[in-house]
């Protein structure tokens, strides 16, 4: 069965430091997919990111990382220099090649950015 | 254009009302879904469907009515709907139709906020 694991309920930082969420997943296939979303307080989930079971590289985009190891089995993901704009919940999920369900969600990461 | 729409933002119906909330994109996408998302809690997967066909059906009380038209377009008619429906319920849309395929990335709509009084 497919699950994901977002431990941290709420971070808060201060402007301009950087802060990772974390997120573990468990799945039984070898074919996978995991999605980081952003949901910021006017409610719409924006897509942040896809990454493949295959492909292990770390990817940067401005000032979002993020780091993907299949050896423990997580997903994380890093804002540098977080802005106020940052401050929203974020989502980590995962697809499954052979699962029921198209897109299994983490209970999300509520990230408050004080200036 | 990689948009998702739906209408209206924000619904308020007393239990005997009968709505529909709208939901169209125009991405070319096949696959279209419907969530539920009630407040502090992650989207929850109502339907699916795959080119135009209901594919999944997440046990959803039959007050909850999908409907897909068309490739772009998907509804959600409400009928005799109790308070605790109350949630902001989320379409989205992807290039393909899980189970069995699938991994390509959803996209949101912003969302209804429903409220059942």
């Known amino acids: 069965a497919q699950k994901v694991t977002q431990a941290q309920t709420e971070i808060s930082v201060v402007e301009k430091e950087d802060v990772t969420l974390d997120c573990v997943y468990e799945?039984?296939?070898?074919?996978?997919?995991l999605f980081w979303y952003k949901q910021p307080p006017s409610g719409e989930l924006v897509f942040l990111i896809r990454r493949n079971s295959f492909d292990e590289q770390n990817e940067i985009s401005g000032r979002y990382s993020w780091n993907f190891q299949k050896s423990t089995s997580s997903f994380n993901f890093t804002i540098t220099a977080s802005q106020v704009v940052d401050s929203a919940v974020y989502f980590c999920a995962l697809s499954e090649k052979s699962g029921n369900t198209p897109l299994v969600f983490g209970k999300g990461t509520r990230l408050s950015v004080i200036a | 254009d990689t948009e998702v729409t739906q209408t209206p933002k924000h619904l308020v119906m007393g239990m005997t009302n009968k709505k529909s909330l709208k939901c169209e994109q125009h991405?070319?996408?096949?696959?279209m879904y419907w969530y539920k998302q009630k407040a502090k809690k992650p989207p929850e997967l109502m339907f699916v469907y795959s080119y135009e066909k209901l594919s999944i059906n997440e046990s959803v009380p039959s007050r909850f009515s999908p409907e897909c038209p068309n490739s772009s377009l998907l509804n959600l008619h409400l009928h005799a709907l109790q308070p605790e429906d109350s949630a902001l319920y989320l379409c989205?849309?992807?290039?393909?139709?899980?189970?069995?395929?699938?991994?390509?990335?959803?996209?949101f709509g912003p969302g209804t906020r429903l409220t059942v009084l």
């Open positions: 799945t039984r296939d070898t074919t996978y997919y």
């Open positions: 989205a849309s992807s290039q393909e139709s899980p189970p069995g395929k699938g991994g390509y990335e959803q996209f």
């Open positions: 991405m070319g996408h096949r696959a």
